[in-house]
C-alpha cells in the first residue's frame, strides 16, 4: 500500500539509512533526517487526526512548530509516551511508534465525526451556553465533553529519562539560526562577546539553507550557497556556543530566557538509555538578538482544512529538504509572489503544479514571467471557492473575485487536484519579543505587526521584524547590528545582494465564496475548530474586546496558540466592526512558545531531590530503631516508635505514660535557635515578646510570646540568658527562618538604633530533651559533678557544663510538665550525646518519644503549639494567657493591636478543654463545635484544635477555640459527626497536674 | 525574572530576594496614641499602583539585608535602589 513520493535526493537526509516506524499500526519507511510528517507525506499519507470539535479529518499543514493538525501520541502505552507532539517537528528513528490523537475508533472512522454533521448546533461558545445549564448537570457533561475530546494521553507509569537544568550566562544571545541569526552571532562572536546562537530546527540555516531561487543572491552565489559557507566558518570561530534543536520556550524580563534542548528524541531507544533527555537552558544574556524568523499564514475560505492542504511554503520545504512530493497535482493559492517560487521549485522536480490562483489583480515580476514559461495557468483575481474530498483533498473551485474582494462573479471553475498550496502572506513570529514586554505596532501596509518600543539590550532582526526581501534583510541587519554591538563594522557589509522585488499586494481576511458564509465552513483556528462565522458571531452577540473573542470562539486556544490564525481571527473582527487592525490590539503571546515536558521543567529536582529534606544529627539512630517519621517544615522528625508491630495509638500510650513514670528522651534538634548579642539586646526582646525580659537574670530562662502587629500569635520559644549581652532564644520547628527574617526586619528597618547582632544557630547545636521524674538522675549518672539540686539549678535556670570534653549547654526547662533538662551539644556530638543518654537511662527505662507524644503531654498540660491551636486570628487574650502580656511595657511588637474594638470582642474565639461525656469517645481535631442543634442553619461556635486519649488520666482530652469560650466553664456543646453527636463539656484547658508540683518533685 | 543590584552585594538573580511590600511606612513611635483608625491606616492600607512604586526588598537569600527599590510595576524597569534610611533618590 506503501507509496514513493521522493522527488530527488537531498543533501539533508541520509538516503543510504532507512529507518523504519509505525504510524497507526502500519510499517511505513523513511529516511534518516526525516521528521514524522516528511516521513508520511513521502509515503503519501495526509490524513494524520481530527479536529477538535467537528472531528473532520485533517492532514499535515505545516513544516514547524506552528502545526495545528499533525498532532500525534508518540510511542503510545509505553513509559516514554508523550502526547500533543508535532509530526513536523519529531525526527523519525528506527523503531518509533506514533499514533493519531483526538480519533476513536480510528483516524479513518471516526465515530465524533458525527458532530461535522451537527455543527449547525455547535455555534462559538456552545460549551458555555449548552453544558453550564443546569448546573447540577456540570458532571454529565464533562465525563461527555472529556471522553470525546481527548488530546492525548499521558504515561501511566514513571518517566524514565534523564532532565536536566543548565545556567547560562552571556554576552549576547541570538534566537533563531536562519541567515539573519547566523550572520548576527557571527558578528557578535568575532567582536569578542560571549555568543550562544539557538535554533529548533536540527540544521542552521533557516529558509535560505534549502534557497533554490536564482534570482536570490549575494555576491553572484544563490544565497543558500553562500550561506553554507557562512555557516562552515561558524566552526572556527571562539567564543560561540551553537545550539540546535534547542527551542526557547519564554523570555521573561531582564534578559532571562528558558530554552529546552533536545537530546535524544531523535535517537533510536538503546541509544536513549542512560542519557540526558531534555535539557532546561536558564539563560540570563546582557544582550538578545531576535532572528525568529516568520510563520507562513494561510488564507480563510470555505473548507481550507482538508487534508491536502498545506502552506506553500511547507510544500516547498517538504520538497526542497526533504526531496518530498506533497502530491502529484498541486495547485497553488495565494496573494503574494512567495506561491510563485514554491511553484517553480515544484516545476524543476519534475512535480505537476496545474495552476496558481492568485487573488491579486497582476504581479508583473520576473517570477510570474517564469511561471508562465514553465506553462502553469495562472488565474488572476480568483480565490478558492470550494474544496471537495473528504479524507484527501481532490477538487477545488475557483471563482473571479469583484473589485472590492467581498463577492465572487462569473462561473465557477473546477480544478482536480490532490494538494493546494496556500500563501497568505508572512508574519513575523513576534511572540518572544512581546513575552518580553516589548510593544508591537501594526503595519498597515504589511498587514502586519512588527516591534516598535523595545526594550533595551534587545533588537529583532530579519523577517521577524518585518523584512522579508534579502537585500533589505541584509541591509538592515547591517545597520542594526553595528549599533547595538557598538561596531564599525560587519563581515558581510560588501556584499551585494539580489532579489525578486514584489509590487503587487492585496490582502483580504475572509475571502467570499459563491454560498452565503452561514452555509460554508472558513477555518481561521483549525485545531479548535473555530471559523469565521464564529468570530462573526461573537461580535453580533456584543463581544467587543480581542480577548473576549478569542475565549468566547476559542480561537488561538489550541497547543499551538493560534500561530497560524490570530491574525486572521484579528482582522475578521476589525473588518467587521469597523475598526483599525492597529487599534484592536492582540491577544497576549504567553510562554511557552512550544509545548514544555514536565521532566524538562523540574529537571534532576525529582524522587528524593524533589524537596529539601532536613535531617537532625540523631536521625541516624531513630532509622535504626525504626521510627515512623513526619515532615515538620523541612525537618524529617521521629513520630513515634514502635515496637514489636504497634499500631501508633499503641505507640503513644506507652511512649506518654514511661515519659511520666520514669524517663523520657526527645530529640528537640530541629526547634529554631537564635543566638542574639549586642548592648541592646536586653531592650530588643522586650520589643519582640509580650513580655519584659530586663530583669531576667544571666542563666534564667524565660517562655516568650510573639506577636504579628496585628495583635496575633506568631511564634513562642523559650530564651536564655547566657550573659549581660548574650541571649539564645528559641522558635518553633516550623517558623524558624520566618522568625530571623522578621526580627531582621524590625532591626534593619524600625530599628536601627539598637546595638544588636542575630545569628541563626539551629544547625550548629543538637538537643536532646530528658524528661520524667528520673531525668535527674540520668543527667546525674552523665554529668557526676553537676549539682542537679533544686537550689542550684531550679525549673527556668540554665547551667553550662561537660560531659568529658564536650561543652554543653544545658536548659532545665519543660514542655511535658516533667522535670525535664534540654542538653545542646556541638550538632557533631549529637549522636554521641543521645546514645549516651540512651545507655545512662537504661535502668529507668528511658523511653525515646516523638512528636506525637509530645503533643499528647504537652496537651494534657494545656500548652499551646502555635499553628495548631492557632490560626492566625488568635491573640494572647483568646489564648487565655492574659498572663503573658506585660501591662507595663510602653509599646511590644502587637501591643497596639490588642486593644483594637475587633480584639477586643468579649464573643471572640478562644481557647478551652473540652471533655467528653463519654471518656473513651476521641474528638476529631478540626471537628466543629455547636451549642444548639436544632438551630438551622447551624450556628458554628468554633473547632477542635488538639484531641488525644490520654494514658495518664485514662480519659480522652482535646482543646478548642469557641466562641466566648472563656465564659462557659462547665456548659455543654455538641459535636455533630456524620453518623452521631458527641456531647463534651467545657472545661480548664489545663487537664495535668494543675498546679505544677511535678516540676520539682 | 528581574536582575536585581543589592546595595551591599551587586547584581544577583532575583530568586535570592524576598520582596517586602511598600516602602517609607515607618512604624509609629506612640502606638498607644493612636486612635484604632490611625492605626488601621498604618496596619493595614497600602497602596498598589500601577506604575512607578516604593518598595522595600530584602536579599534574604544573601546578604539579608532590607533596602529599597524604586519600581515601575507596569514594566517591571527597577528605576532606583537604595539603602534603608536614605531619602529616595529623585528620578
Ligand atoms: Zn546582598
Not at chain 1, 168 to 175: G, N, P, Q, R, S
Not at chain 1, 643 to 663: L, Y
Request: aromatic share 10%; hydrophobic share 35%; charged share 25%.
Amino acid at each position: 500500500m506503501s507509496e514513493n513520493l521522493r522527488v530527488k535526493s537531498s543533501q539533508y537526509i541520509d538516503e543510504t539509512t532507512r529507518v523504519s516506524f509505525k504510524f497507526n499500526g502500519t510499517t511505513y519507511y523513511g529516511f534518516k533526517g526525516d521528521t514524522l510528517a516528511s516521513a508520511l507525506l513521502a509515503n503519501n499519507v495526509h490524513l494524520v487526526g481530527r479536529s477538535f470539535k467537528y472531528h473532520r479529518p485533517r492532514g499535515i499543514m505545516t513544516s514547524g512548530s506552528e502545526e495545528p493538525n499533525a498532532i500525534v501520541q508518540i510511542n503510545p502505552n509505553t513509559n516514554r509516551t508523550e502526547p500533543n507532539v508535532r509530526a513536523t517537528e519529531v525526527e523519525i528513528y528506527e523503531g518509533m511508534e506514533a499514533s493519531s490523537q483526538n480519533c476513536w475508533p480510528s483516524v479513518n472512522f471516526d465515530i465524533g465525526g458525527i458532530n461535522n454533521f451537527l455543527s449547525p448546533l455547535l455555534p462559538a461558545g456552545f460549551y458555555y451556553k449548552t453544558f453550564m445549564w443546569p448546573a447540577s448537570f456540570w458532571e454529565k457533561y464533562e465525563y461527555f465533553i472529556r471522553h470525546s475530546a481527548g488530546l492525548g494521553k499521558s504515561p501511566t507509569s514513571n518517566d524514565p529519562d534523564i532532565y536536566d537544568h543548565r545556567n547560562i550566562h552571556c554576552d549576547v544571545l541570538v534566537v533563531g539560526a536562519g541567515i539573519s541569526g547566523i550572520l548576527a552571532a557571527k558578528n557578535a562572536a568575532k567582536n569578542n562577546y560571549k555568543t550562544l546562537l539557538l535554533d529548533e530546527k536540527n540544521e542552521l540555516g533557516g529558509s535560505t539553507i534549502y534557497e533554490n531561487n536564482e534570482s536570490n543572491k549575494i555576491d553572484n552565489k544563490i544565497s543558500s550557497e553562500w550561506l553554507k559557507k557562512e555557516i562552515e566558518e561558524l566552526k572556527n570561530i571562539k567564543n560561540l556556543e551553537i545550539k540546535t534543536r534547542t527551542s526557547v520556550a519564554a523570555y521573561h524580563q531582564y534578559n532571562y530566557l528558558l530554552a529546552r534542548e533536545n537530546l535524544t528524541d531523535h535517537l533510536e531507544k538503546k541509544d536513549k538509555i542512560n542519557k540526558i533527555r531534555q535539557r532546561l537552558l536558564k539563560i540570563r544574556a546582557k544582550r538578545v538578538i531576535l532572528a525568529t524568523g516568520a510563520l507562513e499564514r494561510p488564507m480563510v475560505f470555505n473548507n481550507n482544512d482538508r487534508p491536502g492542504i498545506m502552506l506553500s511554503s511547507a510544500i516547498k520545504k517538504y520538497s526542497d529538504f526533504y526531496g518530498v512530493a506533497c502530491g502529484r497535482k498541486i495547485i497553488f493559492f495565494t496573494n503574494n509572489d512567495s506561491a510563485y517560487e514554491s511553484a517553480l521549485s515544484l516545476n524543476d522536480k519534475g512535480i505537476k503544479v496545474e495552476a496558481v490562483v492568485d487573488i491579486r489583480k497582476q504581479s508583473e515580476t520576473n517570477l510570474e514571467k517564469r511561471v508562465i514559461d514553465a506553462g502553469i495557468k495562472i488565474y488572476w483575481e480568483h480565490t478558492v471557492v470550494n474544496t471537495s474530498g473528504y479524507k484527501r483533498l481532490n477538487n477545488v473551485s475557483i471563482m473571479k473575485l469583484s473589485n472590492d474582494g467581498t463577492s465572487v462573479t462569473g462561473n465557477k471553475i473546477s480544478i482536480s487536484c490532490d494538494c493546494l498550496g496556500v500563501a497568505g502572506g508572512w508574519t513575523p513570529a513576534v511572540h518572544l519579543y512581546t513575552q518580553s514586554g516589548s510593544k508591537l505596532a501594526f503595519d498597515e501596509d504589511k498587514k502586519i505587526f512588527i516591534p516598535n518600543k523595545n526594550n533595551s539590550d534587545q533588537i529583532s532582526v530579519g523577517s521577524c521584524c518585518g523584512d522579508f526581501k534579502l537585500d533589505e534583510i541584509l541591509k538592515n541587519l547591517n545597520e542594526k547590528l553595528k549599533d547595538f554591538l557598538d561596531i564599525n563594522k560587519t563581515d558581510f557589509e560588501n556584499i551585494t545582494v539580489k532579489n525578486d522585488e514584489e509590487i503587487s499586494k492585496r490582502n483580504i481576511w475572509l475571502l467570499p465564496s459563491d454560498k452565503a458564509l452561514g452555509k460554508t465552513k472558513p477555518f481561521v483556528d483549525y485545531q479548535n475548530d473555530a471559523t469565521a462565522k464564529d468570530i462573526k458571531l461573537a461580535l453580533r452577540e456584543g463581544f467587543r474586546s480581542i480577548e473576549h473573542v478569542k475565549r468566547y470562539t476559542t480561537t488561538g486556544m489550541g497547543t499551538d496558540q493560534g500561530k497560524l490564525g490570530n491574525m486572521h481571527a484579528l482582522g475578521i473582527i476589525a473588518d467587521t466592526a469597523g475598526v483599525k487592525m492597529g487599534e484592536l490590539g492582540t491577544t497576549t503571546f504567553r510562554p511557552p512558545y512550544t509545548p514544555l515536558t514536565f521532566g524538562t521543567i523540574v529537571g534532576r529536582n525529582v524522587g528524593k531531590f524533589f524537596d529539601i529534606f532536613r535531617r537532625t544529627p540523631m536521625n541516624d539512630w531513630h532509622v535504626e530503631q525504626k521510627a515512623e517519621f513526619e515532615n515538620v517544615g523541612q525537618w524529617k522528625r521521629a513520630w513515634y516508635y514502635p515496637i514489636d508491630g504497634e499500631t501508633m495509638h499503641q505507640a503513644v500510650q506507652r511512649e506518654s505514660k514511661a515519659a511520666r513514670e520514669s524517663s523520657g528522651i526527645l530529640d528537640a534538634s530541629t526547634l529554631g535557635k537564635i543566638d542574639i548579642q549586642g548592648s541592646d539586646a536586653s531592650e530588643f526582646l522586650n520589643r519582640v515578646y509580650t513580655n519584659a525580659w530586663s530583669k531576667l537574670g544571666i542563666g534564667k530562662c524565660r517562655y516568650g510570646l510573639m506577636l504579628n502587629e496585628d495583635g496575633m500569635v506568631y511564634d513562642d520559644g523559650v530564651t536564655t540568658r547566657l550573659g549581660e549581652n548574650h541571649y539564645l532564644m528559641t522558635t518553633t520547628t516550623g517558623g524558624a527562618a520566618n522568625v530571623l527574617g522578621k526580627l531582621e526586619d524590625y532591626l534593619q528597618t524600625e530599628w536601627p538604633e539598637l546595638d544588636v547582632y542575630l545569628t541563626s544557630v539551629t544547625d550548629q547545636f543538637a538537643t536532646a530533651s530528658l524528661c520524667g521524674p528520673n531525668s535527674k538522675k540520668i543527667l546525674k549518672k552523665i554529668i557526676p559533678d553537676l549539682d542537679l539540686s533544686d537550689e542550684n539549678f531550679p525549673h527556668m535556670s540554665f547551667k553550662e557544663a561537660k560531659i568529658g570534653s564536650i561543652v554543653c549547654r544545658i536548659m532545665r526547662i519543660s514542655f511535658t510538665g516533667e522535670q525535664s533538662f534540654e542538653i545542646n551539644v556541638q550538632a557533631s556530638y549529637g549522636k554521641a550525646l543521645w546514645e549516651k543518654c540512651i545507655e545512662a537511662g537504661r535502668e529507668f527505662n528511658i523511653t525515646p518519644y516523638g512528636t506525637e507524644t509530645m503533643h499528647l503531654l504537652r496537651a494534657e498540660k494545656g500548652f499551646i503549639i502555635v499553628g495548631q491551636d492557632t490560626d492566625g486570628t488568635m491573640t494572647p487574650i483568646d489564648l487565655q494567657m492574659d498572663w503573658i502580656v506585660s501591662k507595663k511595657k510602653y509599646d511590644f511588637i502587637g501591643k497596639r493591636s490588642l486593644y483594637r474594638s475587633d480584639t477586643m470582642r468579649e464573643d471572640r474565639k478562644q481557647l478551652v478543654g473540652l471533655l467528653t461525656d463519654d471518656p473513651k469517645v476521641v474528638l476529631e481535631e478540626g471537628a466543629q463545635i455547636v451549642s444548639e442543634l436544632n438551630k438551622n442553619p447551624v450556628e458554628m461556635l468554633g473547632h477542635v484544635t488538639s484531641s488525644y486519649f490520654s494514658p495518664n488520666l485514662n480519659k480522652s482530652i482535646a482543646l478548642a477555640v469557641v466562641r466566648g469560650g472563656k465564659d462557659m466553664m462547665g456548659k455543654k456543646l455538641f459535636i455533630p459527626m456524620e453518623d452521631k453527636t458527641i456531647n463534651v463539656t467545657v472545661s480548664n484547658p489545663v487537664f495535668f497536674d494543675q498546679t505544677n508540683e511535678r516540676l520539682n518533685a | 525574572m528581574f536582575v536585581i543590584n543589592c546595595p551591599y552585594c551587586g547584581e544577583r538573580d532575583q530568586q535570592e530576594f524576598k520582596a517586602g511590600g511598600e516602602a517609607h511606612i515607618e512604624r509609629p513611635k506612640q502606638p498607644t496614641e493612636l486612635s484604632d483608625d490611625e492605626w488601621a491606616e498604618y496596619l493595614f492600607m497600602r497602596k498598589n499602583i500601577k506604575g512607578i512604586q516604593y518598595e522595600r526588598w530584602n536579599h534574604a537569600h544573601g546578604c539579608r539585608k532590607w533596602f529599597n527599590m524604586i519600581r515601575d510595576t507596569s514594566n517591571d524597569e527597577i528605576k532606583a535602589i537604595y539603602k534603608m534610611g536614605e531619602k529616595p533618590p529623585s528620578i
